[in-house]
T-cell receptor, first 116, second 113 residues
């Protein structure tokens, strides 16, 4: 079974600085998808960024980018120019590309604090 | 915004009472999911649906049943609520070429006393 590990339960960053959140996963599949979701205090789950395993290029969405290392099974999220609104719980998630079960497997989350 | 609503948004109930949570979507997506979120566990899949009347179990399905009689509605029922089912429940839909990306509703907070 696939597992997703977020080794940093909590992180903090100064406003305008850069922070990197770590995620590792375990799978025997060669094709899959990886995601980062943000959950602010409102509890809404918001998709931040996604990465297809067959793409070597790292995904980028404005101030958010990933470092996808397929051989190492690592998928870290970099937030540049951190803003107060980035404070949230961040979840890494994995999904197989095929099969009949389309479930996401989530890590346990990293709580990000942004200090003014 | 993926056009997903959940009702109720908050509910307090007593042990042994049946409870039904509703997920409604407006964009005609084929796949729908129910997750629960508990401290220290992230989100875990309860049940999912791949079409009208087509459902399957997730990893934490015991004590839950689902129904999908219309594309837009996916219902989660706790037949006899227990305190261990106190949680936040999220509905999700899949979008994308291979329905690979999930988008979530606002969640329902359920407290079972």
């Amino acid at each position: 079974a696939q597992t997703v590990t977020q080794s940093q339960p909590e992180m903090s960053v100064q406003e305008a600085e850069t922070v990197t959140l770590s995620c590792t996963y375990d799978t025997s599949e060669s094709d899959y998808y990886l995601f980062w979701y943000k959950q602010p205090p409102s509890r809404q789950m918001i998709l931040v960024i996604r990465q297809e395993a067959y793409k070597q290029q790292n995904a980028t969405e404005n101030r958010f980018s990933v470092n996808f290392q397929k051989a190492a099974k690592s998928f870290s999220l970099k937030i540049s120019d951190s803003q107060l609104g980035d404070a949230a719980m961040y979840f890494c998630a994995y999904r197989d590309s095929g099969g009949s079960n389309y479930k996401l497997t989530f890590g346990k989350g990293t709580l990000l604090t942004v200090n003014p | 915004d993926a056009g997903i609503t959940q009702s109720p948004r908050h509910k307090v109930t007593e042990t042994g009472t049946p409870v039904t949570l509703r997920c409604h979507q407006t964009e005609n997506h084929r796949y729908m999911y129910w997750y629960r979120q508990d401290p220290g566990h992230g989100l875990r899949l309860i049940h999912y649906s791949y079409g009208v009347k087509d459902t399957d179990k997730g990893e934490v399905s015991d004590g839950y049943s689902v129904s999908r009689s219309k594309t837009e509605d996916f219902l989660l029922t706790l037949e006899s609520a227990t305190s261990s089912q106190t949680s936040v429940y999220f509905c999700a839909i899949s979008k994308g070429t291979l329905a690979e990306t999930q988008y979530f509703g606002p969640g329902t907070r359920l407290l079972v006393l």
